[in-house]
């Protein structure tokens, strides 16, 4: 529809965030092309909104009432509540041995119960087959089970009228329930890109200190204007970009730039949002939230087009072929039915029957349940997955891209969570960076710097060689060491995750919540990592900001690519899709939206931007998990859809035979189901999975 208005070269859509961008002629007028397209969309039903300059500060807002009008889950529980008593009916009229005139009156219990509950829940899928039948001459499974529920309907509506004491609305009903929960499985899933692509507008530093009035006050970062005067304390993100007022300052700029080591800075240096102060500075702000350099990079992720999986165009036309052989096939019995009994109600009941059983709705719903259990095992294994389809594609890539600073090699020692530390991560992090502050025993050394608040302990214990004990007020307790002191420290509480020589493991209370992953090894574990990636056959290619000409030197050996000093925009182009790009900063942000596949890497830019995957702990080697389960995920997958199309050869042929009943037909079409769900029941386990750990 852009692309066919006049002045519009190229248009690109993003789902995830519902922006489209246009690229327009230099020589045409932006907002008569703006008119003509905001018109054809009003003609088609849809709406559209131009986005003014910095946007992205108020993008959050307009996002989170966009999730709010997605399904919603009342009407859904409205639906399975009434299918559920529509089918208790019909049900003591299947058992039978009630009198004729008490079996019409379930039927009509059941009809009266289940056909609210079928109009109702076949909204969405008729708004959304209609929509595209109408806009793109597509047939969609949407439409067929709406075609469905409109049989099931009138058939059991034509059988009542006619005094039989027959229903199927309890049947169509729960069918539609089982669609709506296949559907609400699919919207919790865009739910979690949804919240990534919120989060790239949140702050770095919610707050920072503002020179007002001749005093400092504290103030949110979105009330802060461009010349304004603030200050970073130490350990602080810098939140806005700005201009150096300190005579001098220290700062990590690795997470913008790629550089590994702590910057000098003097009087009148560039400041940029994302780098980490050493030392307090105070600095004018050049550019407020929303127009900072980071944000321009968050925009360019959020407005680049939707990633198609390499399946996607292939599922696309396997759905439009298997609405078309579904309708053929409801039409071919119900044309058998009529020839050979002469009678139209013995048609239409045919037709109900291969509306049933040739519906591929059911292999549909698979699909995200397939999607729903992918997610779950990998978020055991740490791996989060935001984007279930990026499995297709990463079975079928042949290029990994990397990022150094950070992702091969080690900034500072990190903490792991374990398996089942999530809620736990943040009080961690915050009673480590805190017994850092206060403590010098080795085994905390090369911990980061941290701009959470700093807590003082009641009482410290310092072990030579073994660890370290600390009590925090309204915290609790915090222990770190070897494994035994540890154990012997927490009352000889059990660790329920692997703990490699020589890592210090980290206990909360009398819980292990995970260990320490010293620089060194972290360091090992990227060249185990790149060897892993050689064994299978990939392409290595390293991409890093950092300007240390003997970077190279490091990795020639290794039969890499390597190129250095590069800007983010840089990075992005030297990309070649289909390809997997892995970082962990800031700087690698239009890269991650360049790449077919993008995972993040540890914790040092959390949510900011949506990617595919992100690998919690820093822990490189466990992609290699998910690259093994990737094959297993397309291979159920297939194996899935030649069992849906031999079930359907056999129907066929039975139900033109006339061997099914509309009950019969039922039973068969749930079964279905139930032998597919078994199918994928195989990726909540895989004997491909290890324990990621770093050594």
Same mark, same amino acid.
């Given at each position: 529809?852009?692309?066919?208005?006049?002045?519009?070269?190229?248009?690109?859509?993003?789902?995830?965030?519902?922006?489209?961008?246009?690229?327009?002629?230099?020589?045409?007028?932006?907002?008569?092309?703006?008119?003509?397209?905001?018109?054809?969309?009003?003609?088609?039903?849809?709406?559209?909104?131009?986005?003014?300059?910095?946007?992205?500060?108020?993008?959050?807002?307009?996002?989170?009432?966009?999730?709010?009008?997605?399904?919603?889950?009342?009407?859904?529980?409205?639906?399975?509540?009434?299918?559920?008593?529509?089918?208790?009916?019909?049900?003591?009229?299947?058992?039978?041995?009630?009198?004729?005139?008490?079996?019409?009156?379930?039927?009509?219990?059941?009809?009266?119960?289940?056909?609210?509950?079928?109009?109702?829940? &076949?909204?969405?899928?008729?708004?959304?087959?209609?929509?595209?039948?109408?806009?793109?001459?597509?047939?969609?499974?949407?439409?067929?089970?709406?075609?469905?529920?409109?049989?099931?309907?009138?058939?059991?509506?034509?059988?009542?009228?006619?005094?039989?004491?027959?229903?199927?609305?309890?049947?169509?009903?729960?069918?539609?329930?089982?669609?709506?929960?296949?559907?609400?499985?699919?919207?919790?899933?865009?739910?979690?890109?949804?919240?990534? &692509?919120?989060?790239?507008?949140?702050?770095?530093?919610?707050?920072?200190? @503002?020179?007002?009035?001749?005093?400092?006050?504290?103030?949110?970062?979105?009330?802060?204007?461009?010349?304004?005067?603030?200050?970073?304390?130490?350990?602080?993100?810098? $939140?806005?970009?700005?201009?150096?007022?300190?005579?001098?300052?220290?700062?990590?700029?690795?997470?913008?730039?790629?550089?590994?080591? &702590?910057?000098?800075?003097?009087?009148?240096?560039?400041? /940029?949002?994302?780098?980490?102060?050493?030392?307090?500075? *105070?600095?004018?702000?050049?550019?407020?939230?929303?127009?900072?350099?980071?944000?321009?990079?968050?925009?360019?992720?959020?407005?680049?087009?939707?990633?198609?999986?390499?399946?996607?165009?292939?599922?696309?036309?396997?759905?439009?072929?298997?609405?078309?052989?579904?309708?053929?096939?409801?039409?071919?019995?119900?044309?058998?039915?009529?020839?050979?009994?002469?009678?139209?109600?013995?048609?239409?009941?045919?037709?109900?029957?291969?509306?049933?059983?040739?519906?591929?709705?059911?292999?549909?719903?698979?699909?995200?349940?397939?999607?729903?259990?992918?997610?779950?095992?990998?978020?055991?294994?740490?791996?989060?997955?935001?984007?279930?389809?990026?499995?297709?594609?990463?079975?079928?890539?042949?290029? &990994?891209?990397?990022?150094?600073?950070?992702?091969?090699?080690?900034?500072?020692? /990190?903490?792991?969570?374990?398996?089942?530390?999530?809620?736990?991560?943040?009080?961690?992090?915050?009673?480590?960076?805190?017994?850092?502050?206060?403590?010098?025993?080795?085994?905390?050394?090369?911990?980061?710097?941290?701009?959470?608040?700093?807590?003082?302990?009641?009482?410290?214990?310092?072990?030579?060689? *073994?660890?370290?004990?600390?009590?925090?007020?309204?915290?609790?307790?915090?222990?770190?060491?070897?494994?035994?002191?540890?154990?012997?420290?927490?009352?000889?509480?059990?660790?329920?995750? $692997?703990?490699?020589?020589?890592?210090?493991?980290?206990?909360?209370?009398?819980?292990?919540?995970?260990?320490?992953? $010293?620089?060194?090894?972290?360091?090992?574990?990227?060249?185990?990592?790149?060897?892993?990636?050689?064994?299978?056959?990939?392409?290595?290619?390293?991409?890093?900001?950092?300007?240390?000409?003997?970077?190279?030197?490091?990795?020639?050996?290794?039969?890499?690519?390597?190129?250095?000093?590069?800007?983010?925009?840089?990075?992005?182009?030297?990309?070649?899709?289909?390809?997997?790009?892995?970082?962990?900063?800031?700087?690698?942000?239009?890269?991650?939206?360049?790449?077919?596949?993008?995972?993040?890497?540890?914790?040092?830019?959390?949510?900011?931007?949506?990617?595919?995957?992100?690998?919690?702990?820093?822990?490189?080697?466990?992609?290699?998990?998910?690259?093994?389960?990737?094959?297993?995920?397309?291979?159920?997958?297939?194996?899935?859809? @030649?069992?849906?199309?031999?079930?359907?050869?056999?129907?066929?042929?039975?139900?033109?035979?006339?061997?099914?009943?509309?009950?019969?037909?039922? @039973?068969?079409?749930?079964?279905?189901?139930?032998?597919?769900?078994?199918?994928?029941?195989?990726?909540?386990?895989?004997?491909?999975?290890?324990?990621?750990? $770093?050594?």
């Amino acid at each position: 529809m852009a692309t066919s208005c006049n002045g519009v070269r190229l248009a690109t859509l993003n789902f995830a965030t519902k922006i489209l961008r246009v690229e327009l002629d230099p020589r045409s007028s932006s907002d008569s092309a703006h008119q003509d397209f905001a018109k054809r969309v009003h003609n088609s039903g849809f709406s559209a909104k131009r986005l003014a300059s910095g946007w992205i500060q108020n993008f959050e807002a307009e996002l989170a009432q966009e999730m709010e009008r997605k399904l919603r889950p009342v009407p859904s529980s409205i639906v399975f509540f009434l299918a559920m008593w529509s089918s208790m009916f019909a049900f003591a009229g299947y058992i039978g041995e009630v009198p004729e005139e008490q079996e019409y009156l379930l039927a009509c219990l059941a009809t009266v119960a289940g056909l609210p509950a079928l109009l109702l829940g &076949v909204q969405p899928f008729a708004r959304a087959g209609y929509r595209a039948l109408r806009n793109g001459g597509r047939l969609t499974l949407d439409l067929f089970i709406t075609l469905g529920a409109a049989s099931a309907g009138f058939f059991s509506l034509t059988l009542l009228y006619s005094s039989q004491p027959i229903t199927y609305v309890d049947s169509a009903a729960m069918i539609l329930s089982l669609l709506l929960l296949a559907k609400h499985l699919e919207a919790h899933l865009s739910h979690g890109l949804s919240s990534r &692509v919120l989060e790239a507008t949140t702050p770095l530093q919610p707050e920072v200190q @503002v020179h007002r009035r001749d005093v400092w006050v504290t103030r949110p970062v979105s009330q802060i204007r461009a010349d304004e005067m603030i200050r970073v304390e130490p350990g602080q993100t810098v $939140p806005l970009d700005g201009k150096l007022l300190s005579p001098k300052a220290k700062i990590d700029r690795h997470l913008v730039t790629g550089e590994c080591e &702590v910057r000098n800075l003097v009087a009148g240096d560039e400041v /940029l949002s994302g780098m980490v102060a050493h030392s307090r500075c *105070e600095f004018t702000v050049v550019r407020p939230l929303g127009r900072r350099t980071i944000d321009n990079w968050a925009e360019s992720a959020l407005i680049s087009p939707t990633k198609e999986h390499t399946y996607s165009k292939l599922l696309a036309k396997v759905e439009t072929r298997l609405v078309q052989i579904s309708l053929t096939g409801a039409l071919l019995v119900f044309a058998v039915r009529t020839a050979n009994t002469g009678s139209l109600a013995e048609g239409l009941e045919g037709f109900f029957i291969g509306v049933l059983i040739f519906c591929p709705c059911l292999f549909a719903a698979i699909l995200p349940i397939a999607r729903q259990m992918a997610s779950l095992y990998l978020r055991k294994q740490g791996i989060l997955l935001y984007r279930p389809e990026a499995l297709f594609d990463l079975s079928m890539i042949g290029d &990994v891209y990397l990022d150094k600073t950070g992702t091969l090699e080690a900034v500072h020692t /990190l903490f792991e969570p374990g398996i089942s530390a999530s809620e736990k991560i943040q009080t961690t992090q915050t009673l480590l960076h805190s017994l850092r502050h206060h403590c010098a025993h080795p085994i905390l050394r090369g911990l980061p710097p941290s701009s959470r608040e700093i807590a003082t302990p009641t009482q410290l214990t310092e072990v030579a060689g *073994e660890g370290v004990v600390a009590d925090f007020p309204a915290l609790g307790r915090i222990t770190v060491g070897r494994a035994k002191f540890v154990q012997q420290e927490t009352g000889g509480v059990p660790i329920d995750f $692997p703990v490699p020589p020589h890592f210090p493991v980290v206990a909360l209370g009398r819980t292990p919540v995970g260990l320490l992953v $010293p620089k060194t090894h972290f360091d090992e574990a990227g060249s185990r990592f790149i060897k892993g990636l050689r064994e299978r056959g990939l392409r290595v290619s390293i991409l890093s900001g950092d300007p240390d000409p003997a970077a190279f030197r490091r990795y020639e050996t290794a039969s890499v690519s390597y190129q250095g000093n590069l800007s983010p925009s840089q990075k992005a182009r030297r990309i070649k899709n289909p390809a997997l790009f892995v970082g962990d900063g800031l700087n690698d942000t239009l890269a991650l939206a360049r790449a077919q596949v993008s995972c993040r890497l540890g914790e040092r830019a959390r949510d900011f931007a949506p990617v595919d995957l992100h690998i919690r702990g820093g822990n490189l080697v466990s992609l290699l998990t998910v690259l093994r389960y990737s094959k297993k995920f397309t291979g159920v997958l297939k194996q899935t859809a @030649v069992i849906a199309l031999l079930y359907n050869a056999i129907a066929l042929t039975l139900a033109s035979s006339g061997l099914f009943s509309p009950l019969g037909a039922v @039973v068969a079409m749930l079964l279905s189901f139930l032998i597919l769900l078994i199918s994928v029941s195989r990726l909540g386990y895989s004997r491909t999975s290890v324990r990621m750990r $770093p050594t």
